[in-house]
């Protein structure tokens, strides 16, 4: 952990906002007298909850906020704030970078933030000072500081070294110890005073108690009789009425559930209802379509019956075809014969006409058989292959077929078509018609299922009716019990266990008897009336008087041992804190002694505990564990006599006391103090607010030598006028301040430049 930055706005001569970035090693801060360089280590300090204004040289609290000058108006507020790296997780919050920031207004208002969180002030001293950082620690030293250890007295020399030892937050520790065990004292007096003021009272009211504890126990008895007959009453009531709730139940349940039923029955018949009108648009929907589509399948099948007819014909033309026989024929030697023929059958025709004697008629049969001859002839030439070949032929045309063929190929895809369509319509109209037919059905049985819970429900609710008479019935005879047993136990617990079910049946033997149990309580009715009125509250009285008693008796033992654990603590913490004391103070008595040997370059120095005469008698007081009435503050005192004295001598000289050393060697020897005291418990940084001041050239490099050697452990801001300081820098930060009355920072960084 190490100071990365610090931040400032508004405090004291840091009018505007200024910001200084630490290195992990030396930092130095110079500047001219005035120029506002002591102001830095003030804001630390101020940051870290510093509250003396005195040690932040002011006088009150709005001192620390920029007051203003002739060219620079003042602050509103001054705000530091402190950044600190937390990798090694030193500060124990989960953050790797912890701003500590503190405001202050002029109003007088205050915050303080951690990581820009609003906490309390003691929040940020515990979480520094789990760390090793605390305002009143070795954060931030200045040369008073330095001085004030050579001039504090051995006792106020005891407080620092507990500081610097570590054993201060045990001494906390036991000191809060001693106040409890203080307390503890009071309080075990105060509780003996009241055992000894309740002992008489209590004697006096046992006596009175005993007169009336007769009366009790007949108000016991007759208490528990009357219990006995009200539970038993109360018991047999519910008892004959438990039916009739378990019935009611029953009922609403049965109701409650019909009438979900019935509700979706309802909804259900309306759905169908509604789906009517849909069904009607869907049908004539489909039907339209289907009318369109038989229409264009007839007019297909038409022009099939057309092509069919047609393919049919030539069909049968190409069949005369294949059955004629074709001869090889010449047309010329045909149409000789033919003419030959033809006239003859022209004289055969004139012949008739002039028809008018049996003669004319042979002449007419001669030529007819001449007819006949010739064609008969003819006939015969054309068997035999007289007649000659000739190319002349009748074809059939097949490419109309063909085309027929194809056309009705096309139609019959057609028709296939446009059915396959008409199917799936009417295979959509039958769906639907199915469908709605289901409706249909569900739709009377949904009727018919209304009116069945419906009448279910009515028996249902004419039931319920009369089970809430009998149940109405139920709970005047209760109210009139509770009555009873208000007017005999005058308070409601008894009722109210009653109807919380926490007192059950109470009966002798199998059945109860109530006459027998209502005798005996007019029989003890009447002894209390023998017995007479006795105050109740003196036994209540006696029994609080005696519990106080037994209470404080058992205070009392407790504050005893409690008194004797708190000494054990504090015997503990003693022997502690004198353990870590001791060894502390050994490493720091060590180290004062090297560092003095370093800067003056030999001599002797030392530290030693001083033990006082009261010290001694603490030693042979032998205190009673029994006993509490030692003071707190004798033992407070005795444990705070002891001093510590600072032995100092320079190489060649021989003196005596510490007022012998001159100024500067006072200074060094301060010096030497205070590194053995950090280099017992490194703080993370420290701040040294011109301690050199007093230092010559020499003694300066010696001082120097410490901080290199401490430098590894501790992190350094320097505020120095000595040129040997600034040496040991990685950053030099200057600070001036111009006619407007505000310091301003020039950074320099010396690892950068070349520093050797």
Same mark, same amino acid.
């Given at each position: 952990?190490?100071?990365?930055?610090?931040?400032?706005?508004?405090?004291?001569?840091?009018?505007?906002?200024?910001?200084?970035?630490?290195?992990?090693?030396?930092?130095?801060?110079?500047?001219?007298?005035?120029?506002?360089?002591?102001?830095?280590?003030?804001?630390?300090?101020?940051?870290?909850?510093?509250?003396?204004?005195?040690?932040?040289?002011?006088?009150?609290?709005?001192?620390?906020?920029?007051?203003?000058?002739?060219?620079?108006?003042?602050?509103?507020?001054?705000?530091?704030?402190?950044?600190?790296?937390?990798?090694?997780?030193?500060?124990?919050?989960?953050?790797?970078?912890?701003?500590?920031?503190?405001?202050?207004?002029?109003?007088?208002?205050?915050?303080?933030?951690?990581?820009?969180?609003?906490?309390?002030?003691?929040?940020?001293?515990?979480?520094?000072?789990?760390?090793?950082?605390?305002?009143?620690?070795?954060?931030?030293?200045?040369?008073?500081?330095?001085?004030?250890?050579?001039?504090?007295?051995?006792?106020?020399?005891?407080?620092?070294?507990?500081?610097?030892?570590?054993?201060?937050?045990?001494?906390?520790?036991?000191?809060?110890?001693?106040?409890?065990?203080?307390?503890?004292?009071?309080?075990?007096?105060?509780?003996?005073?009241?055992?000894?003021?309740?002992?008489?009272?209590?004697?006096?009211?046992?006596?009175?108690?005993?007169?009336?504890?007769?009366?009790?126990?007949?108000?016991?008895?007759?208490?528990?009789?009357?219990?006995?007959?009200?539970?038993?009453?109360?018991?047999?009531?519910?008892?004959?009425?438990?039916?009739?709730?378990?019935?009611?139940?029953?009922?609403?349940?049965?109701?409650?559930?019909?009438?979900?039923?019935?509700?979706?029955?309802?909804?259900?018949?309306?759905?169908?209802?509604?789906?009517?009108?849909?069904?009607?648009?869907?049908?004539?929907?489909?039907?339209?379509?289907?009318?369109?589509?038989?229409?264009?399948?007839?007019?297909?099948?038409?022009?099939?019956?057309?092509?069919?007819?047609?393919?049919?014909?030539?069909?049968?033309?190409?069949?005369?075809?294949?059955?004629?026989?074709?001869?090889?024929?010449?047309?010329?030697?045909?149409?000789?014969?033919?003419?030959?023929?033809?006239?003859?059958?022209?004289?055969?025709?004139?012949?008739?006409?002039?028809?008018?004697?049996?003669?004319?008629?042979?002449?007419?049969?001669?030529?007819?058989?001449?007819?006949?001859?010739?064609?008969?002839?003819?006939?015969?030439?054309?068997?035999?292959?007289?007649?000659?070949?000739?190319?002349?032929?009748?074809?059939?045309?097949?490419?109309?077929?063909?085309?027929?063929?194809?056309?009705?190929?096309?139609?019959?895809?057609?028709?296939?078509?446009?059915?396959?369509?008409?199917?799936?319509?009417?295979?959509?109209?039958?769906?639907?018609?199915?469908?709605?037919?289901?409706?249909?059905?569900?739709?009377?049985?949904?009727?018919?299922?209304?009116?069945?819970?419906?009448?279910?429900?009515?028996?249902?609710?004419?039931?319920?009716?009369?089970?809430?008479?009998?149940?109405?019935?139920?709970?005047?005879?209760?109210?009139?019990? &509770?009555? !009873?047993?208000?007017? /005999?136990?005058?308070? %409601? =617990?008894?009722?109210?266990?009653?109807?919380? @079910?926490? #007192? $059950? +049946?109470?009966?002798?033997?199998?059945?109860?008897?109530?006459?027998?149990?209502?005798?005996?309580?007019?029989?003890?009715?009447?002894?209390?009336?023998?017995?007479?009125?006795?105050?109740?509250?003196?036994?209540?009285?006696?029994?609080?008087?005696?519990?106080?008693?037994?209470?404080?008796?058992?205070?009392?033992?407790?504050?005893?041992?409690?008194?004797?654990?708190?000494?054990?603590?504090?015997?503990?913490?003693?022997?502690?804190?004198?353990?870590?004391?001791?060894?502390?103070?050994?490493?720091?008595?060590?180290?004062?002694?090297?560092?003095?040997?370093?800067?003056?370059?030999?001599?002797?120095?030392?530290?030693?505990?001083?033990?006082?005469? &009261?010290? !001694?008698?603490?030693? /042979?007081?032998?205190? %009673? =564990?029994?006993?509490?009435?030692?003071?707190? @503050?004798? #033992? $407070? +005192?005795?444990?705070?006599?002891?001093?510590?004295?600072?032995?100092?001598?320079?190489?060649?000289?021989?003196?005596?006391?510490?007022?012998?050393?001159?100024?500067?060697?006072?200074?060094?020897?301060?010096?030497?103090?205070?590194?053995?005291?950090?280099?017992?418990?490194?703080?993370?940084?420290?701040?040294?607010?011109?301690?050199?001041?007093?230092?010559?050239?020499?003694?300066?490099?010696?001082?120097?030598?410490?901080?290199?050697?401490?430098?590894?452990?501790?992190?350094?801001?320097?505020?120095?006028?000595?040129?040997?300081?600034?040496?040991?820098?990685?950053?030099?930060?200057?600070?001036?301040?111009?006619?407007?009355?505000?310091?301003?920072?020039?950074?320099?960084?010396?690892?950068?430049?070349?520093?050797?």
């Amino acid at each position: 952990m190490y100071l990365k930055k610090l931040e400032t706005t508004g405090f004291k001569s840091f009018a505007n906002k200024t910001v200084l970035d630490f290195p992990s090693g030396v930092t130095a801060i110079v500047g001219p007298n005035g120029s506002g360089k002591s102001n830095i280590a003030d804001a630390v300090k101020w940051v870290l909850g510093e509250q003396s204004m005195k040690s932040l040289r002011g006088k009150k609290g709005e001192d620390v906020i920029f007051t203003g000058s002739d060219k620079k108006a003042k602050m509103s507020a001054a705000v530091v704030s402190l950044f600190l790296d937390n990798s090694d997780k030193k500060i124990p919050i989960d953050y790797e970078e912890v701003i500590i920031t503190r405001k202050l207004f002029r109003n007088g208002d205050s915050e303080y933030l951690i990581n820009k969180s609003r906490v309390r002030l003691s929040d940020i001293i515990d979480l520094l000072a789990r760390s090793g950082v605390s305002q009143r620690g070795y954060c931030v030293i200045n040369q008073g500081m330095a001085d004030s250890i050579l001039s504090a007295t051995p006792a106020e020399r005891m407080v620092i070294f507990e500081e610097a030892t570590g054993v201060r937050r045990f001494q906390i520790k036991k000191q809060q110890t001693l106040n409890k065990l203080e307390a503890t004292r009071r309080n075990l007096q105060r509780v003996i005073d009241l055992l000894n003021e309740i002992e008489p009272r209590l004697v006096s009211l046992r006596r009175q108690a005993s007169r009336a504890q007769k009366r009790g126990e007949v108000e016991q008895g007759l208490k528990a009789e009357q219990e006995k007959l009200f539970s038993n009453i109360w018991f047999n009531l519910n008892q004959n009425n438990k039916k009739y709730y378990s019935q009611r139940g029953k009922l609403e349940k049965s109701i409650e559930e019909y009438s979900k039923e019935i509700a979706e029955i309802k909804n259900n018949l309306s759905k169908n209802e509604n789906n009517n009108d849909t069904y009607s648009a869907e049908f004539a929907d489909f039907q339209k379509e289907a009318d369109s589509l038989q229409e264009i399948i007839n007019d297909f099948q038409k022009n099939l019956s057309i092509i069919e007819g047609r393919i049919q014909i030539e069909k049968e033309k190409e069949e005369k075809l294949k059955s004629v026989e074709y001869l090889p024929i010449n047309l010329g030697y045909v149409k000789e014969k033919l003419s030959s023929i033809i006239s003859i059958y022209s004289k055969f025709l004139s012949m008739i006409e002039n028809l008018s004697s049996l003669e004319y008629i042979k002449s007419i049969r001669e030529e007819g058989i001449k007819v006949k001859n010739n064609v008969a002839n003819l006939l015969k030439e054309v068997e035999e292959g007289k007649v000659s070949q000739s190319d002349n032929k009748t074809k059939f045309d097949y490419n109309n077929l063909k085309k027929l063929k194809a056309d009705e190929a096309v139609t019959l895809d057609k028709i296939h078509e446009y059915n396959k369509e008409y199917d799936q319509i009417k295979n959509r109209i039958y769906e639907l018609n199915k469908k709605e037919q289901d409706k249909r059905q569900i739709f009377f049985r949904l009727e018919k299922e209304l009116q069945i819970k419906q009448d279910e429900i009515n028996k249902f609710k004419d039931n319920l009716n009369q089970t809430n008479i009998e149940l109405a019935k139920f709970e005047v005879r209760k109210e009139d019990l &509770l009555n !009873e047993i208000k007017d /005999e136990f005058k308070n %409601d =617990e008894f009722i109210d266990n009653l109807q919380d @079910g926490k #007192i $059950e +049946q109470i009966q002798e033997g199998k059945y109860f008897n109530q006459e027998e149990c209502r005798s005996k309580i007019r029989k003890l009715k009447f002894q209390l009336e023998q017995i007479g009125g006795i105050d109740p509250l003196i036994v209540e009285e006696y029994e609080e008087t005696q519990s106080r008693f037994e209470f404080l008796s058992t205070q009392s033992e407790d504050l005893l041992k409690a008194s004797n654990s708190l000494r054990e603590v504090i015997k503990e913490l003693d022997e502690k804190i004198e353990k870590i004391f001791k060894s502390s103070f050994k490493k720091i008595n060590e180290e004062f002694d090297r560092y003095f040997k370093i800067i003056f370059g030999g001599g002797k120095a030392g530290l030693s505990i001083k033990y006082s005469v &009261l010290k !001694e008698k603490e030693e /042979e007081n032998t205190e %009673d =564990e029994e006993n509490c009435e030692k003071s707190i @503050g004798e #033992i $407070e +005192q005795q444990q705070r006599i002891a001093g510590i004295e600072i032995n100092a001598v320079p190489p060649g000289k021989k003196i005596s006391s510490l007022d012998m050393l001159s100024g500067g060697e006072r200074a060094l020897a301060s010096i030497a103090i205070l590194f053995a005291i950090i280099s017992n418990n490194p703080p993370p940084f420290s701040v040294l607010d011109e301690i050199d001041a007093a230092l010559d050239e020499a003694n300066s490099a010696h001082l120097s030598d410490i901080i290199k050697d401490i430098s590894s452990k501790t992190q350094f801001i320097m505020i120095t006028h000595n040129r040997e300081m600034m040496q040991q820098a990685g950053v030099l930060y200057g600070v001036t301040m111009h006619d407007d009355g505000v310091s301003k920072i020039i950074s320099l960084n010396l690892d950068k430049t070349g520093k050797k």
